[in-house]
Every structure is written in C-alpha cells, then in structure tokens.
C-alpha cells in the first residue's frame, strides 16, 4: 500500500474528506492542506478521475525520514526508488520548503535534490521551474522539510485538477471549478431539486452542478502525470473509466443567467466543451428578470464584490435588490451566496450563516448559507 495525499484549497478540506468517504476511502484522514489516504494504483487512479475538490494527487516517496545534514539529505534522497515515477533525462519541477530545520535554503535543498535524483536514475533530469498555471510538461516533485524531518512527493496530476478541460472562454474574475464544486456541496443541494445561478459568468457554477448530478467524472477528457509514469498500467486506467457511469436520463432543472452577453456566451461555449449545455437553461438577463420554477430549489451564485471587479464602487443596490428578488420570486429556497464583504451580505436582509471561510483567488471570502424569507 502506497501513501497519497489530496492538495486542497484552503477551507476545502472538510469537502475533499466527504467526497473520498463516498469514493470508499474510509481510512482517508483530513489534516491542514488536504487528505491523507493509502492504496494501490487503482486508488490513486480513482481519486485523480473523481475528485471535484482537490487541486492536485501527491505520491509519498519518501515520508518523514531525518535529515539535518546535506550529506546526509543527498544519501536518503538517493535511496528512493525515483525509478518509479521518473525515466531518465525525463524534465522534472522541484517545489522546496523548509522550516525551522538546519537545513533552511530551499535552493541548496534542490541542489542536493537535483544530484540525488541523477545519481540514482544514473543520467541528468533537466530542471524546469514550477509554474502551476501551465499545462506542465516537467514532473513536479514536492520536497517539504519541517523540523529536521523530510517528506518527498511525487505529483501526480500535473496540470491542477482545477481544470476540468472545458473553461477555454472566460469571464471576468472567473471561479475555480473546485471551488464551485465545494459551494455546491456546502450549500446542501440535493442534486434533483431546481438550481439557480443568476450572477453565471462563465458558468462554472452550473456546469459543475450538472456534471455532479450528471455523474460525469470530473477528469474524464484530461490527462494526468501518472500516465507518464514508467509503471502506469494503462488497462487497469481504461478499467477504471468504464466504470463510470453518468446519468442523463434524470437530471435537474438548472438556470443560469448573468446581464453580461458576452458572459452567456464563455458560458455556453464552456458547458458544450463539458458536455452538459443541452442540461442548463442560459439566459442573458438582469437579476430582476429572473423566473425561476414554482417548486423551492438552490440559490447558488457568486455575485461580484468590490475586491474583484469594482473596486472603490458600492454595491449595496445591488445586494439590496437581489435580496428583494429573493423574496418576491424565491420564497422558501435555499440560498448560498459567495462573498467577500459581510456587510454586502448584510443588504440582502435575509438570515446568513456566514461562518465558513474560503480563499477565492487569493481574496478571503465568506459563504452565506440560510433560507430566503418572505418579508
């Protein structure tokens, strides 16, 4: 059994837990940054195609061994079995962090690092700089020594899980799709009643809702690092993909709509780059416009705030009016609105509970969740 560990957002940990559990991971365990589990190829396999929450798949190649002196750190570093993972002259990404250890110059560490790795693999890997917005073609090796003691992960992922493949045309201040799938998972939505999104963008709320309720893997048309891997078992992969099974002939209705035309129309092209444009109702629409189903459903949106998009201008009518909407055509729906200013919340009147807090794009933010009332 090989030990993994699921990188996530800050905030999102609770999330990535959930999801693992229902994957059948049950000794998956939450620790700060992300989840730690074990298992075999397939399991890394699985965690990889389905997870909607991480942000990438680490490998552990070596865990928590001592290593104060360089000496000493290029020996144990040696010893690993890199042959794993990496073929010779293969380009690979050092990612270095040190703290309150002797050894407390990253770039010496990935110097060690970088000779460790020649000598055990018996020829030279080019060094490439880690750049997690590329489409990395170098392997990423994490290196994280905290208190004299090293851990050394292998990614792999390589390009983050964030995306999907299908967010080629972009809003402004687009959200990640991990975060989506996490309000959409916060919010408590039951994936068959009515979603609403009225503040859509690009649409990532809504095309992740419809792949969650479609059943659609969330790394189905993406490559990962693993397959380069000198040991990846491409039948046991294929297996792994045949067993999904979407589900398209019972879904929810789901509505999206946003005043930005060219907003509706990233979101459209996105959804059928996904697969799911035929599932959501795209309108090009002011929030007063919307008509959203008799029947209760989920609010699930990220309206703009002063800190993305409209810096120094108030948006308090703006909150102020999407809460009057709430109530005179929402009554009684669930609502989670995405924010990064309480007191924008505040102007919807409607009772919030704002008490988890995430990072969107660096920004701190906070997740009201409540009931729309009716006065």
């Known amino acids: 059994m090989d030990s993994f560990f699921a990188v996530t957002a800050p905030g999102l940990e609770p999330f990535t837990h959930q999801e693992m559990l229902a994957l059948d991971y049950p000794a998956a365990s939450m620790e700060p940054g992300g989840i730690l589990f074990q298992g075999d190829q397939a399991a890394l396999y699985r965690a990889n195609l389905h997870l ?11 865990n928590f061994f001592y290593a104060a002196t360089f000496p000493q750190l290029e020996q144990r570093l040696a010893s690993l079995p890199w042959e794993r993972f ?37 020829a030279p890997s080019p060094l490439l700089k880690p750049d997690d917005d590329a489409d990395q073609a170098s392997q990423l090796i994490v290196i994280r020594l905290a208190e004299d003691k090293c851990t050394v992960s292998v990614d792999s992922s ?15 201040a687009p959200l990640r799709e991990t975060l989506a799938a996490a309000l959409l998972m916060a919010s408590g939505w039951d994936q068959s009643a009515p979603l609403l999104d009225p503040f859509c963008g690009s649409g990532t ?7 969650l309720a479609l059943g659609i893997p969330p790394g189905l048309n993406r490559r990962f690092a693993f397959m380069d891997w000198p040991g990846f078992d491409k039948p046991l992969w294929q297996s792994i993909l045949s067993q999904t099974s979407p589900r398209p002939e019972s879904h929810p ?4 709509s946003d005043r930005d035309a060219g907003a509706i129309k990233s979101a459209q092209a996105n959804a059928e780059r996904a697969g799911v444009a035929e599932f959501i109702d795209f309108q090009c629409q002011a929030v007063s416009s919307i008509q959203p189903p008799p029947d209760p459903g989920w ?47 505040g102007q919807m009147h409607i009772k919030l509970d704002t008490s988890l807090a995430l990072v969107n794009g660096g920004i701190r933010v906070r997740l009201g969740r409540g009931v729309v009332n009716t006065q």
């Open 158 to 172: 390589g390009t983050l899980l964030h995306k999907r493949g299908y967010r080629q045309a972009v809003a402004k």
């Open 205 to 211: 709320i809504p095309i992740e809702a419809a792949m």
């Open 86 to 122: 990496l073929a010779p002259r293969q380009p690979v990404s050092l990612r270095v962090s040190c703290h309150k250890s002797k050894l407390y110059r990253s770039d010496a560490v990935a110097r060690v690092a970088s000779r460790a790795l020649d000598q055990r693999l018996g």
């Open 253 to 256: 209705l789901i509505q999206a």
């Open 299 to 345: 609010v699930v949106t990220n309206p703009p705030y002063g800190l993305r998009l409209s810096e120094g201008k108030d948006l308090r009518n703006l909150y102020a009016q999407f809460g009057n909407v709430l109530r005179q055509k929402c009554p009684g729906w669930n609502v989670s609105v995405l924010c990064s200013d309480s007191a924008l919340l």
């Open 52 to 62: 909607r929450t991480a942000s990438r798949i680490l490998a552990r190649l070596g």
